[in-house]
């Protein structure tokens, strides 16, 4: 069962726009959040990503927002660009996996339209 | 960031024959890595964990006879598609994980896209 769960499965904001992408999680401890970019035809871009003890973090246009009580955390893209048009995957790492595997949600296809 | 090489982008092959696919962590040396799989439209499907000097660990459902894997090196692992068929048409990704447990961070390579006639 997928342990991640993201949402919407697509988005299609205006240049300049503001785009959100949520995921939550549930009953597994993790104690890494990633979120990843992907071009078509290209593999995984690692984008942003926060720590449990954080309840925010800002790279440039990207911002991840973390609520621990409620599972949750999101991606916001600021000042949306056509360039960022891609899709998102938001993933997780359960604190007991000794491999460091990552649980990935399902992907949003974000379009930016000019 | 990091880099990780994955060589061939694309492969087109016959039906019954085996492919290999390289994935090399350029500048940093990397213990583990893993394979996954990509269905268009879907998330990545973790396929197996290579770890350097050991066998390596199918997922469950992932054919261990069919998908050979290899991590001779702490830069190189290899995928080997053994007698592939149709089916096994996909985007294949490795990626390369860093550092120690506490601020390991997985890199991907850009992709192979294998194509079985």
């Known amino acids: 069962q997928q342990q991640v769960k993201q949402s919407p499965q697509s988005l299609i904001v205006q240049k300049g726009g503001i785009s959100i992408i949520n995921c939550a999680y549930e009953n597994t401890a993790f104690d890494y959040f990633p979120w990843y970019q992907q071009f078509p035809g290209k593999g995984p871009a690692l984008l942003i990503a926060i720590r449990p003890d954080v309840s925010e973090k800002k790279e440039g246009r990207f911002t991840i927002s973390f609520n621990k009580s409620a599972k949750q955390f999101s991606l916001h893209i600021m000042d949306s660009q056509p360039g960022d048009s891609a899709t998102y995957f938001c993933a997780a790492r359960p604190t007991l996996d000794s491999w460091g595997k990552l649980q990935f949600g399902a992907g949003t296809q974000v379009v930016v339209t000019p | 960031g990091a880099v990780v090489s994955q060589h061939p982008s694309w492969v087109i092959c016959k039906s019954g024959t085996s492919v290999k696919i390289e994935c090399r962590s350029l500048?940093?040396?990397?213990?583990?890595m893993f394979w996954y799989r990509q269905f268009p439209k879907q998330s990545l499907m973790l396929m197996a964990t290579s770890n350097e000097g050991s066998k390596a660990t199918y997922e469950q459902g992932v054919e261990k006879d069919k998908f050979l894997i290899n991590h001779a090196s702490l830069t190189l692992s290899t995928l080997t598609v053994t007698s592939a068929h149709p089916e096994d048409s996909s985007f294949y990704i490795c990626s390369a994980r860093t550092g120690v447990r506490a601020k390991n961070i997985q890199y991907f390579g850009a992709g192979t896209r294998l194509s079985v006639l």
């Open positions: 500048d940093f040396q990397a213990t583990t």
